[in-house]
């Protein structure tokens, strides 16, 4: 009886130890399970140095999040800087002519014609003379125009035929109004030896057939222009 009952003593006194420490062992466990929290870390002090490098990444990140510009062909480039450089060129020649006063293009000066020289034995000089020629070989008399130009004694005389001479005679005239004038086509000399020339009349002969027949000019006008 006494061993029975030591027996159960010990039983009682080990169920109440465990009843005891069960729960302390599981608040021990929890917490080692909770984590702990360490106090917050006070942030260093930024330097100026700091300052300026977190200026310049921020710069560059910028640059590279922006749009790549977009750029023209190469040859559209040049044609608008070709066309540019001729439109400043044609500029500056306009430029260059308004400043120049619009004087003449020529850089050689234009010289006056010499005056005419007064004329001498008869004033022929004009563009209003008409009369006839008449040519013995060819048988024919044209009605013609002539100019006749004269500047003192030298004479030269254009007529309106389309015969083959007497188109353009070349000469002189003295003071007695006598005139002797060369046909430029056959080099034959006519002259006015059947009459003197006079501001409104200018009668010209050739022989022709060793002197048997002669070519006549004949040319009148009613004014001297």
Not at 122 to 142: F, H, Q
Request: no cysteine; glycine share 8%; aromatic share 6%.
């Amino acid at each position: 009886m006494l061993r029975r009952s030591l027996v159960s003593s010990s039983v009682f006194l080990l169920v109440f130890t465990l009843a005891l420490v069960h729960p302390r062992a599981n608040a021990m466990a929890a917490a080692s399970q909770t984590p702990v929290s360490s106090p917050p870390v006070e942030a260093a002090a930024q330097t100026p140095q700091d300052m300026e490098a977190e200026y310049q990444a921020d710069l560059i990140t910028q640059k590279a999040k922006a749009p790549v510009p977009q750029t023209t062909d190469s040859d559209s480039g040049g044609n608008m800087l070709l066309y540019g450089g001729l439109a400043a060129a044609a500029a500056g020649a306009v430029a260059l002519a308004a400043g120049s006063g619009g004087g003449s293009s020529s850089s050689e000066p234009v010289e006056p014609e010499e005056p005419k020289e007064e004329p001498v034995g008869a004033d022929i000089d004009g563009d209003n003379w008409s009369g006839r020629l008449i040519l013995v070989d060819s048988g024919y008399k044209e009605d013609v125009t002539a100019t006749v130009e004269q500047n003192g004694r030298e004479v030269i005389i254009t007529t309106s035929t389309t015969q083959k001479y007497g188109r353009k005679f070349v000469g002189k005239i003295d003071s007695d109004a006598e005139m002797q004038v060369r046909d430029q086509d056959t080099g034959q000399d006519w002259t006015t030896f059947k009459g003197k020339a006079r501001w409104n009349m200018i009668d010209l002969y050739d022989y022709v057939h060793s002197f048997h027949d002669l070519d006549r000019l004949y040319l009148t006008r009613t004014s001297k222009q």
